[in-house]
């Protein structure tokens, strides 16, 4: 029994390899008595991967860190490959690892302290991004979240709130869950398991120091997830976990956003919008029509108002951090309660 797994899924890796290996070679946490192995699932590569796997393997084998590899003949996802490495692990503790990210030394020894705490967590931390200044927004929204806002604004298109190759947890919290759902090439398997961690009560936490150096590439798997794909995720979250709670409400977003909201819900919630809100004096004093071709009528007639004429709740479909501030500093001046008062989905 160790008490951590390191969990590694791995396809075509061979440009990254080395650098993770190393960055998980210098970590802090071997010069502690606490017992680690590595465990990688090759997901059907068809590079040099294998080959350099199996070098890392006499390495570490050498310095007393079991080092399991398992393969797949053809790739199964992501979802799959991070099953089969948990599947044939024995620690107590999982820390997830990307192949094409690399961790700072001591991310796993104050992720481990963090989480022997509470074994019902999924512990994150902040990250920086590699090449510098890629994804500005979502390093500065996932790095500034407050503890309160990890379970707040969870309906982004950002996904999870703490960024999937920052992960770890105890064992029960993977099993809880169930493992990864894997359907295909473009499975927002993080975000799945993300939601049923929160729906099965755990908790969410991060390490507030940048632990983790997440790289953007063009061959990235989370670049293969359509935002549409996620977007229907989180809409259907959305109205059975919110909307459904709330007996009428206004939509902060008068524009294409917002009109696509209205048109996708549920006949239910559809009649709990009393009218948008927004800042654009050309939509203010409207009204807007929204017919149904297949009933062949008008579903509803929405008018437009000032955003500070606005009550809650208020469902917001403005994206964060566009606006130099603008509307930040416009939703503040209201005093609204984020959780409460409002919700983003954006």
């Known amino acids: 029994m160790f008490d951590i797994s390191i969990i590694i899924p791995v396809y075509n890796g061979e440009k990254w390899i080395d650098n993770c290996m190393k960055s998980i070679a210098t970590q802090t946490i071997h010069k502690t008595e606490t017992k680690i192995e590595i465990v990688v699932h090759d997901d059907g590569s068809s590079d040099n ?20 590899i398992s393969k797949s003949v053809v790739s199964k996802g992501v979802g799959s490959a991070k099953n089969a490495a948990v599947e044939r692990c024995s620690g ?17 020894l104050l992720q481990y302290e963090a989480t022997k705490c509470n074994h019902k967590a999924l512990t994150g931390s902040k990250i920086s991004r ?24 969870i309906y982004t298109s950002n996904g999870p709130t ?12 993977y099993d809880r869950v169930g493992g990864f759902v894997e359907t295909g090439i473009g499975t927002p398997e993080d975000l799945i398991f993300f ?17 983790v150096i ?17 977007w229907k995720i989180q809409l259907n979250r959305l109205e059975k976990h919110v909307l459904s709670n709330w007996e009428h409400f206004t939509i902060w977003n008068a524009g294409k956003a917002g009109r696509k909201l209205v048109r996708s819900l549920n006949p239910e919630n559809l009649k709990k919008v009393q009218m948008f809100c927004d800042v654009d004096a050309n939509k203010i004093g409207r009204v807007i029509e929204f017919y149904s071709p297949t009933k062949r009528k008008v ?11 606005a009550k809650p709740p208020l469902l917001i479909c403005v994206k964060l951090d566009l606006t130099n501030g603008e509307f930040e500093h416009n939703l503040k001046s209201l005093n609204l309660i984020e959780g409460t008062d409002y919700v983003i989905f954006s």
């Open 49 to 68: 991967s294998q080959e350099l796997l199996e070098n890392w393997c006499k390495y570490f084998s050498s310095r007393n860190v079991p080092f399991v």
């Open 92 to 108: 107590e503790f999982l820390c997830f690892q990307d192949i094409d990210d690399v961790m700072l030394p001591n991310r796993i």
């Open 130 to 153: 590699q090449p510098l200044n890629s994804t500005p927004r979502l390093v500065r929204w996932a790095n500034n979240l407050t503890k309160p806002q990890l379970k707040l604004q």
């Open 162 to 173: 703490l960024l999937m190759p920052t992960w770890f947890c105890h064992r029960s919290v």
């Open 195 to 211: 939601n049923a961690h929160i729906d099965a009560g755990g908790d969410l936490h991060r390490v507030d120091e940048t632990l």
């Open 214 to 230: 997440y790289t953007y590439h063009e061959s990235a798997a989370t670049l293969s997830v359509k935002r549409e794909c996620i």
């Open 299 to 309: 579903i509803a007639k929405l008018p437009v108002i000032h955003f500070s004429d």
